[in-house]
């Protein structure tokens, strides 16, 4: 696939909509830039902010410490949610 967009005055580029969905990123998402050779760029999805998992938590333990099992389910079901927006 080949687009070309136009850049602003200050220096912004739309993304297209089929590019977004093909990532998988919406508004207020990140996107990394890999400057592979001279004039040449990609992008691609960021990783999940460190804090985005905050609170995954609450209300699974029921006051107990969380166990490895608990963190890898929060983790599935928050990769889901994730998924399903």
Do not use: W
């Amino acid at each position: 696939m080949k687009m070309t967009m136009k850049i602003t005055s200050k220096g912004q580029v739309t993304i297209p909509v089929a590019v977004r969905r093909k990532l998988g990123v919406k508004s207020g998402e990140r996107v990394v830039f890999v400057f592979n050779r001279p004039g040449e760029v990609a992008f691609r999805r960021a990783a999940p902010a460190a804090g985005a998992s905050c609170g995954a938590l609450v209300g699974k333990t029921n006051g107990r410490v969380a166990t490895a099992a608990d963190i890898r389910g929060a983790a599935a079901e928050g990769a889901a949610r994730r998924r399903a927006t």
